[in-house]
C-alpha cells in the first residue's frame, strides 16, 4: 500500500525559502516518477514538479520554474521541494503523488 508522508511546510515572509519532503514507502520507490502537486485555497490541486526515476528529467509549472527546485533520494525513498523566492500566491497545501495516492499534504502559508 502507497504511504506518502510530506514534511517542512511552515509560515514564511514573501522572498523566503521552505524545502519540502516526501518520504514514500509501500510500493518501489525507484521505479517511478514522482510529482508535487499544491492546492491553493479555492481552486483545484495542480501538479508543479515532476521527476523523473533517476532524477534526469524534471518538469515544472510555468508558475514555479525557476524558483522551485525538485529533487530525489532513491536510497531514502524520498522526494524534496526547494521553493526559493515565495510568494504570497504560493501558499497552499503541497502534496506528493505517485499511482493515484497522496499524502496528508503540508501546509505552505506566504505572508508578510
Known amino acids: 500500500q502507497v504511504r506518502l508522508v510530506e514534511s517542512g511546510g511552515g509560515l514564511v515572509q514573501p522572498g523566503g525559502s521552505l524545502r519540502l519532503s516526501c518520504a514514500a514507502s509501500g510500493y518501489a520507490f525507484g521505479s517511478y516518477a514522482m510529482t508535487w502537486y499544491r492546492r491553493a485555497p479555492g481552486k483545484e490541486r495542480e501538479p508543479i514538479a515532476t521527476i523523473s526515476v533517476h532524477g534526469t528529467s524534471t518538469n515544472y509549472a510555468a508558475s514555479v520554474k525557476g524558483r522551485f527546485t525538485i529533487s530525489r533520494d532513491n536510497a531514502k525513498n524520498t522526494v524534496y521541494l526547494q521553493m526559493n523566492n515565495l510568494k504570497p500566491e504560493d501558499t497552499a497545501v503541497y502534496y506528493c503523488?505517485?499511482?493515484?495516492?497522496w499524502g496528508q499534504g503540508t501546509q505552505v502559508t506566504v505572508s508578510s
Open positions: 503523488g505517485v499511482l493515484g495516492s
